[in-house]
């Protein structure tokens, strides 16, 4: 069974930065990629970055392209999203996730994860 922990969530000011962890359990964590969403309160979840296996590959939801940066660390199976020039609309849980396949993907979807971690809160003051 895989555990994913997230750290780092918090209260910000708007234009403020916070830098999100999450630790993977097990010995096969630089296999899959690994990826984040978030949940506002009344609404979907939804995807905010992905990064392969290798690091190789990233992508990001629109908008959040050129603020945050999703990077890992396989000798420490961590993953990490760094957010910068925050604004209210980036409030919400925010959530790691495990791909269900090992292996290259150019793109995660909620269908294609696994794992979840338990969240971890973002708010943002204006």
């Known amino acids: 069974q895989v555990q994913l922990v997230e750290s780092g969530g918090g209260l910000v000011q708007a234009g403020g930065s916070l830098r999100l962890s999450c630790a993977a359990s097990?010995?096969?964590?630089?296999?899959?990629?690994m990826g984040w969403f978030r949940q506002a309160a009344g609404k979907e979840r939804e995807f905010v970055a992905h990064?392969?296996?290798?690091?190789?590959?990233?992508n990001y939801a629109d908008s959040v392209k050129g603020r945050f940066t999703i990077s890992r660390d396989n000798a420490k199976n961590t993953v990490y999203l760094q957010m910068n020039t925050l604004n209210p609309e980036d409030t919400a849980v925010y959530y790691c996730?495990?791909?269900?396949?090992?292996?290259?993907?150019?793109?995660?979807?909620?269908?294609?994860?696994?794992?979840w971690g338990q969240g971890t809160q973002v708010t943002v003051s204006s």
């Open positions: 996730a495990r791909a269900r396949n090992p292996g290259t993907i150019l793109e995660l979807t909620t269908t294609q994860v696994a794992y």
């Open positions: 097990g010995r096969t964590f630089s296999s899959y990629s």
């Open positions: 990064i392969s296996w290798s690091g190789a590959i990233t």
